[in-house]
């Protein structure tokens, strides 16, 4: 994407701030023509002094302590302007983000690694407080003080204001702007090895387990260690990038100073013209300096902001239309002639399949690994639409629900229960203020798991994060159970949720299945005979077709 495109639609999001920018913008100005004030009044008073010319050095005096006290007081109020300015955008772009990711769907996600979504939540975002904070408000910034600058040493010589013009606008434009243009690659680049080694972490954090058992220490450690090789040496680029920029910069500075000392000479200038100019080019290059590192910074801030820019505007599989209508009672669902293919592979993975439930009934589909059981979930809870065919509920097809009514409808469970680091109740109730706590704990007794709830110094009211130990699959998953029959939705769809448990366990959940279920439409999952049991009809499927 062009740079242009990313730069407008990180714009937008200053929009509201535009006061505040505004009010930053004049107090950096103020804070940096003090700075160049100190050492402009301190020439003119001297030059004064060696003419003989009669100085009030109290009133001089009085204006370098008060040119202090502006510049401190300026500088304080607009760091503090852009940076509450940068972090509440931060705030805001990350609520953006999780807005995108509730907008492109769970399917979208699971073609994307979680270190690379950890790396656009945090890192990515937090990377932009460079733009916000130390690249709008500087540029006018700059801007300005080079103006009031150019246009106080033209009033004593137009030449000498055009070469240090042409200094300032070296370092705050034209070599950051090469400087970002040759070297965009390496904020890319450095990018692409942050978020390898960031997954290649969480890899390692999440399957210890499986590393110790089956001895793979050094393989894991060799991988982390080639990963982070990598991110150095992309590091080493950046830094040596940067400090190349701040000493050409710096020459820069040297060499407008050296230019205006020589013309001002060579065209037989006054010696106190010729001076003031040294001096007001030796002081002015603050702002323009600040810029001059933005080409180097922005290096890997408009990285982090393309892969947002990208995450923001990916089109999702499926879309809900906020007029759709509702159900509020579940009477038959039916599948009619589904056909489904993954997003760029041509093989079907469910090929014109047709099932039919009526209210109260139970499904149980067994196949392979890999067959499309999960797949056909999937489909009921619209992560994609069928390529072919359709599924209806109440004869209305699924894709003219709304979402709150597809969520409303049913109720899901997985082999495995992600739970939150938060109370058992608020995991039970996932925080909804409509749910008692007797109806919490009726959950939780239907679900065989209060028991061992009290048992807890704190009970229901437990944080999961203090527990002593880790929670074991058959707890996780009667509190998945327990969550599901809170909510209480007409339709149950059951994805392999016995598949990590014992037989002494996976009977349990089974029949809590059979008593607290029996009167909601379920489609159970399964590759366990066992856990079909409970399913009034069993059909299988294989090489995408369903049979009895």
Same mark, same amino acid.
């Given at each position: 994407m062009?740079?242009?495109?990313?730069?407008?639609?990180?714009?937008t999001?200053?929009?509201?701030?535009?006061g505040?920018?505004?009010? %930053?913008?004049?107090?950096g100005i103020?804070?940096n023509?003090a700075?160049?004030a100190i050492?402009?009044?301190?020439?003119?008073t001297?030059l004064?002094l060696i003419?003989?010319?009669a100085?009030?050095?109290s009133?001089i005096?009085g204006l370098?302590?008060a040119c202090g006290?502006l510049?401190?007081?300026a500088?304080?109020l607009?760091?503090?302007?852009?940076?509450d300015i940068a972090f509440?955008?931060l705030a805001? /772009?990350?609520e953006?983000?999780? %807005?995108a990711?509730r907008?492109i769907g769970?399917?979208r996600l699971t073609?994307?690694n979680?270190?690379?979504?950890?790396t656009?939540i945090?890192?990515d975002?937090?990377a932009?407080?460079?733009?916000?904070?130390h690249t709008?408000?500087?540029?006018?910034?700059a801007i300005g003080?080079m103006?009031?600058t150019?246009?106080?040493l033209?009033s004593?010589?137009?030449?000498?204001?055009?070469?240090?013009?042409?200094?300032q606008?070296?370092i705050?434009?034209?070599i950051?702007?090469?400087s970002?243009r040759r070297?965009q690659q390496?904020?890319d680049?450095y990018?692409?090895?942050?978020?390898?080694?960031s997954?290649?972490i969480m890899?390692?954090a999440?399957?210890i387990?499986?590393?110790?058992?089956?001895?793979?220490?050094?393989t894991?450690?060799t991988?982390?260690?080639t990963?982070s090789?990598?991110?150095?040496q992309?590091n080493r680029r950046?830094?040596?990038?940067g400090?190349?920029?701040?000493?050409?910069?710096e020459?820069v500075v040297?060499?407008?100073?050296l230019?205006v000392?020589?013309?001002?000479n060579?065209?037989?200038l006054p010696?106190?013209?010729?001076?003031?100019?040294v001096?007001?080019?030796?002081?002015s290059?603050g702002?323009v300096l600040?810029?001059?590192?933005?080409?180097n910074?922005?290096?890997t801030?408009?990285?982090s902001?393309?892969?947002?820019y990208?995450? $923001?505007?990916?089109e999702?599989?499926?879309?809900f239309?906020?007029?759709?209508?509702?159900?509020?009672?579940m009477?038959?669902l039916?599948a009619?002639?589904?056909?489904f293919?993954?997003?760029?592979q041509?093989?079907k993975v469910?090929?014109q399949?047709s099932?039919?439930l009526?209210k109260?009934?139970?499904?149980?589909?067994s196949?392979k690994?890999?067959?499309g059981?999960?797949?056909l979930?999937?489909?009921?809870m619209?992560?994609?639409?069928?390529?072919?065919?359709?599924?209806?509920v109440n004869?209305?097809?699924?894709?003219?629900?709304?979402?709150g009514?597809?969520?409303q409808?049913?109720?899901?469970m997985e082999?495995?229960?992600?739970l939150?680091e938060?109370?058992?109740a608020?995991?039970?109730?996932?925080?909804?203020e409509? $749910?008692?706590?007797?109806?919490?704990?009726?959950?939780?007794k239907?679900?065989a798991?209060?028991?061992w /709830?009290?048992?807890?110094?704190?009970g229901y009211?437990?944080e999961?994060s203090?527990l002593a130990?880790?929670?074991s699959?058959?707890?996780r998953?009667?509190?998945?159970?327990a969550?599901l029959?809170?909510?209480?939705?007409?339709?149950i769809?059951?994805?392999?949720p016995?598949s990590n448990?014992d037989?002494?366990?996976e009977?349990?959940i089974?029949?809590?299945f059979?008593?607290r279920l029996?009167?909601?439409?379920?489609?159970?999952?399964s590759?366990?005979?066992?856990?079909l049991?409970?399913?009034?009809k069993?059909?299988?499927l294989?090489?995408?077709?369903?049979s009895?």
């Amino acid at each position: 994407m062009k740079d242009r495109t990313l730069i407008r639609w990180l714009l937008t999001f200053a929009k509201p701030f535009k006061g505040k920018m505004t009010l %930053a913008i004049f107090l950096g100005i103020i804070s940096n023509l003090a700075v160049v004030a100190i050492p402009v009044i301190s020439t003119l008073t001297l030059l004064r002094l060696i003419a003989g010319t009669a100085v009030n050095l109290s009133l001089i005096l009085g204006l370098l302590i008060a040119c202090g006290i502006l510049r401190g007081v300026a500088r304080y109020l607009e760091q503090y302007q852009n940076h509450d300015i940068a972090f509440r955008l931060l705030a805001h /772009i990350r609520e953006e983000i999780f %807005a995108a990711l509730r907008k492109i769907g769970p399917a979208r996600l699971t073609g994307k690694n979680s270190g690379d979504l950890i790396t656009s939540i945090s890192t990515d975002v937090e990377a932009l407080e460079v733009f916000f904070a130390h690249t709008i408000s500087p540029v006018f910034i700059a801007i300005g003080t080079m103006l009031v600058t150019f246009l106080f040493l033209a009033s004593y010589d137009l030449g000498l204001a055009f070469l240090l013009l042409m200094g300032q606008l070296l370092i705050g434009a034209i070599i950051p702007f090469i400087s970002y243009r040759r070297n965009q690659q390496i904020g890319d680049d450095y990018k692409t090895a942050f978020v390898a080694v960031s997954q290649t972490i969480m890899e390692n954090a999440n399957s210890i387990k499986d590393i110790a058992q089956f001895q793979l220490e050094k393989t894991r450690l060799t991988k982390l260690n080639t990963d982070s090789r990598v991110l150095n040496q992309q590091n080493r680029r950046r830094i040596f990038q940067g400090n190349t920029l701040q000493l050409f910069s710096e020459a820069v500075v040297i060499g407008t100073t050296l230019i205006v000392f020589y013309f001002g000479n060579k065209h037989g200038l006054p010696t106190n013209t010729i001076i003031l100019s040294v001096v007001l080019s030796l002081s002015s290059f603050g702002p323009v300096l600040a810029l001059g590192n933005l080409g180097n910074a922005l290096l890997t801030t408009f990285s982090s902001g393309r892969r947002l820019y990208q995450l $923001v505007h990916e089109e999702p599989f499926v879309t809900f239309d906020k007029n759709s209508q509702t159900i509020t009672e579940m009477e038959q669902l039916t599948a009619e002639q589904l056909s489904f293919s993954y997003p760029n592979q041509q093989k079907k993975v469910l090929d014109q399949i047709s099932l039919a439930l009526k209210k109260g009934q139970s499904i149980g589909i067994s196949g392979k690994s890999g067959s499309g059981k999960s797949t056909l979930l999937k489909l009921l809870m619209r992560y994609w639409d069928p390529a072919s065919g359709k599924i209806t509920v109440n004869n209305q097809e699924l894709s003219q629900l709304s979402e709150g009514a597809l969520h409303q409808l049913e109720g899901v469970m997985e082999q495995s229960t992600f739970l939150f680091e938060d109370t058992i109740a608020n995991n039970i109730s996932l925080k909804r203020e409509s $749910v008692s706590q007797a109806a919490i704990e009726e959950a939780a007794k239907a679900a065989a798991i209060h028991d061992w /709830i009290i048992s807890l110094p704190e009970g229901y009211q437990t944080e999961l994060s203090k527990l002593a130990r880790g929670i074991s699959d058959g707890e996780r998953q009667r509190i998945g159970l327990a969550r599901l029959l809170v909510y209480d939705a007409p339709l149950i769809l059951l994805d392999e949720p016995t598949s990590n448990l014992d037989y002494v366990n996976e009977q349990a959940i089974l029949a809590a299945f059979k008593e607290r279920l029996q009167d909601k439409t379920m489609i159970l999952v399964s590759h366990r005979n066992s856990t079909l049991k409970i399913a009034e009809k069993r059909l299988h499927l294989e090489q995408g077709k369903l049979s009895k």
